[in-house]
């Protein structure tokens, strides 16, 4: 009888733990979306989420045709972290998104910004989202090769921290660093800016994490 009880209450605390983990990682069914829409993601960003560098797609359109969902798109080029975590209450009250999806920081690698105060601003951009009921997933940064390789370095140890703020907000990671590896042919010719392969790569890594 003893051993019985004990599994019943084993069985109970591995079920909690699953749904206050699915609560956490992610929208689900059980999501409370408030006024949002569900079926509506914005992409938050820099160039790489912007249509630059010649590439004939989004990652965002991308990511609406593989989904079916309606996918906005507000990345900016050379936009930091500090300029994410500056709009997000009006892209917020604008779209009403289900879904907020952040790849900042590549400019504030390169532009030499502590990884500290960029940590605070993604901070900032994912506790807005969950103040409005938004789901956020943040990603990890994408490898830099060719004349941006010297700041690879640097992008790895922002990406450890990435990481560490989504286990602490209870958000979905959008690993980028882990689906890119070490291929640099999905890159263009900067070494920084992903080609159509790697954009998909993006999408789709973003897909999974909703």
Not at 18 to 32: K, L, P, Q, T
Not at 194 to 200: E, F, Q, S, T, V
């Amino acid at each position: 009888m003893k051993r019985i009880f004990s599994c019943l209450a084993r069985l109970a605390c591995v079920m909690t733990f699953a749904i206050f983990w699915n609560g956490c990682e992610g929208g689900g069914s059980s999501h409370d979306f408030g006024s949002n829409d569900s079926n509506v993601a914005v992409c938050m960003g820099d160039s790489i989420t912007a249509l630059e560098g010649g590439n004939s797609t989004t990652y965002p359109a991308l990511l609406a045709a593989s989904t079916g969902m309606t996918v906005y798109n507000e990345g900016s080029g050379g936009a930091t972290s500090s300029d994410g975590a500056g709009k997000i209450s009006s892209v917020l009250s604008s779209y009403k998104p289900g879904y907020v999806l952040i790849l900042y920081g590549a400019n504030d690698v390169i532009s030499g910004t502590g990884e500290d105060d960029c940590i605070a601003n993604l901070r900032s951009i994912i506790t807005a989202a969950k103040n409005n009921k938004s789901v956020p997933v943040v990603a990890t940064l994408t490898p830099m090769y060719g004349s941006h390789s010297i700041f690879d370095g640097s992008t790895k140890t922002l990406n450890v921290k990435i990481r560490q703020l989504a286990s602490e907000e209870g958000c979905s990671v959008a690993d980028l660093e882990s689906a890119f590896g070490t291929d640099s042919s999905y890159f263009n010719g900067d070494g920084l800016h992903p080609n159509d392969a790697g954009l998909k790569i993006i999408a789709d890594t973003f897909a999974g994490a909703l």
